[in-house]
DNA sequence: CCTCCACAGGAACTGATGGCGT
DNA sequence: ACGCCATCAGTTCCTGTGGAGG
């Protein structure tokens, strides 16, 4: 019998491998031709055309379920728009930032600034006013006479943020044009949350929405046809079974139509049956992909909680489906055990929200009449998973 | 029908960190 | 050197509440 790690290395080395491609499984490759997304494509490219004849377009807002294209469409039409420009010296610049991955909204500007070309010295990381990280950014559009676009994704968590501040950037970014004198600024706003428009100023409305557009929920067949295309691309022929590609459209399209789901536990299908060494990808690794994607989550998520959280899901796990008074006692027998201070009551409180929208406990309200009302929380996962996450923290190796 | 429990969860504040402009 | 500004983790203080039990 030959030893493991040559079979592996053999095999790997022998270059049998049913992925081609491996960069089309990703989802934010950008495909030849978008799916099912042509009217959409029509409708941005046609609010942006206006900057094509040097003047402002519309400020443009962009909706949608995630996984449904958006980014994708959005990028790829100012990257045509561009390439067209590109001899006429009109520079246009696209800036696109995740509002999710930007914690703060100084740190939002900042990502903005970076891609514009300036550098540490022009914008530090730190220490300015907001007002002046603003006044830089259009300065320096202003000074190169560019054209900016500005795509800021996930708009919603930046609303959030400029609420929390009591900053109206929004307004302000909206509002842009009218104190520039050479360049000019568009801004395209892209949301998950349909609703997210009734949250805003009024004034922000009226000129961000000058154009919307929506994109729909991918269907079923419409995200096999999605899948198909990727498969041809980036599979050797024939080597995803009927039935796997099936299953794949089928837990994506259960959901809302997330085809971004769908081609990752088609990555992730197509990488285990590699690993198995075999020719095709079954409905079986179909179902373990989407098992690992699943336990991957949770564990990242796990190891990334700060200690005084792991103590908290210690605390449930020890008594699961306990009161917030019970786990906060329980938690303050583990502090003691590992010797660190407790924080207080209500700081406990909010980190078990914050751990519950994570999905890894789950709350329900309860009220008991003259025993008050509690929250009683649930370990969603297994707690075999929580040790495992959990055994490289030194400080928690006694209670484990 | 009223009371009163055991918390939920909002708001405002503090102190530390880190870095700006002048 | 000094004041200023933003952010983060955490605290203090607070008001709100569904319904069992009187």
Redesign the pocket.
Known sequence: MSDPIDRLLDAAESGKSIIKNRDILHFTYVPKIILHRDSEQEQVTQSLIPILKQSRPSNLLVYGKPGTGKTLVVKKVISKIQERVEQSKFPIKLVYSNSKEE?????LLVSLGRQLGLD?KEL?????????VFKRLLHKIDEGKLNAIFVIDEIDYLAQ?VA??G?DILYQLTRANERLKQGSLTLVGISNDLTFKERLDPRVISSLGEEEVVFTNYNVEQIKKILEERINEAFVENSVEESALNLCAALAGGEHGDARRAIDLLRVAGEIAERQQSDKVTTKNVEQARQKIEENKEETSLEAF???EKLIILAIMKANGS????I?SSYKNLCKVVGR?????????????EIELSGIIT?R?I?????????KYKLEISSEMVKKAFKDELTLKDIL
């Open positions: 914690t703060t909204l100084y740190g540490e530090p990381t730190t220490g300015l006013a907001t007002s002046e943020l929390k501040t900053k700060p200690l005084h009161s917030t008074g019970e906060y201070d407790e924080l207080t009551n209500r700081r406990i409180t909010q980190m078990l929200s709350g309200l009220h008991q009449g003259i025993h008050g009302r509690t929250k």
